[in-house]
T-cell receptor, first 115, second 111 residues
Framework: DVKVTQSSRYLVKRTGEKVFLECVQD?????MFWYRQDPGLGLRLIYF???????EKGDIPEGYSVSREKKERFSLILESASTNQTSMYLC??????????????FGSGTQLSVL | LAKTTQPISMDSYEGQEVNITCSHN???????ITWYQQFPSQGPRFIIQ???TKVTNEVASLFIPADRKSSTLSLPRVSLSDTAVYYC????????????FGGGTRLMVKP
């Protein structure tokens, strides 16, 4: 089974701190994604990456950056955390299907609270 | 990007068949329809995907009419463990295209 592991299940940070959320997948997937999930808003795409050192902005990239130095690892960075970034963050990975949309495999999420 | 519309919530009872309909009036020729399931405190999980007519797997069936402007996820004989949020996504294999989740449908299965 594909395993997508997020480094922390719960995280509490202070306003203004720099925050790193780490995600590792073990299936050699090309694509990796970061979403945030808020009540009533569903999942919203922050950034995604289709190759090492490549990144693309999603729907809500403001206030975030990402890093993909190795194929299996995709990091989400909050340069200066703010209270409106309190949310559940979900990482996902996929392998290009070459036809139908690829299946996304998600981690269990990191609940981030910014105080 | 094809927008999807689903009911916000649905209730059902154990043993019943549940049908969740998703509207996608602007679906493009190359778009597929994909459904995910999300349990509390977990990430979404792929359930089923289809292009037209009917697709069935061990978990669910997906019915897609000829005009493809809607689709229906059918869960046979639900149990309490099927209580979850169900998301309908529409898109093609372009990684930057189909990766938008709407609000989903919150299904509550009662005893």
């Amino acid at each position: 089974d594909v395993k997508v592991t997020q480094s922390s299940r719960y995280l509490v940070k202070r306003t203004g701190e720099k925050v790193f959320l780490e995600c590792v997948q073990d299936m050699d997937h090309e694509n990796m994604f970061w979403y945030r999930q808020d009540p009533g808003l569903g999942l919203r795409l922050i950034y995604f990456s289709y190759d090492v050192k490549m990144k693309e902005k999603g729907d809500i990239p403001e206030g975030y950056s990402v890093s993909r130095e190795k194929k299996e690892r995709f990091s989400l960075i909050l340069e200066s955390a703010s209270t409106n970034q309190t949310s559940m963050y979900l990482c996902a990975s996929s392998f290009p299907a070459g036809g139908p949309p690829e299946k996304l495999f998600f981690g269990s999420g990191t609940q981030l609270s910014v105080l | 990007l094809a927008k999807t519309t689903q009911p916000i919530s649905m209730d059902s009872y154990e043993g019943q068949e549940v049908n969740i309909t998703c509207s996608h009036n602007n679906i493009a020729t190359n778009d597929y329809i994909t459904w995910y399931q999300q349990f509390p405190s977990q990430g979404p999980r792929f359930i089923i995907q289809g292009y037209k007519t009917k697709v069935t797997n061990e978990v669910a069936s997906l019915f897609i009419p000829a005009d493809r402007k809607s689709s229906t996820l059918s869960l046979p004989r639900v149990s309490l463990s099927d209580t979850a949020v169900y998301y309908c996504l529409v898109g093609d294999d372009n990684a930057g295209n189909m990766l938008t989740f709407g609000g989903g449908t919150r299904l509550m299965v009662k005893p």
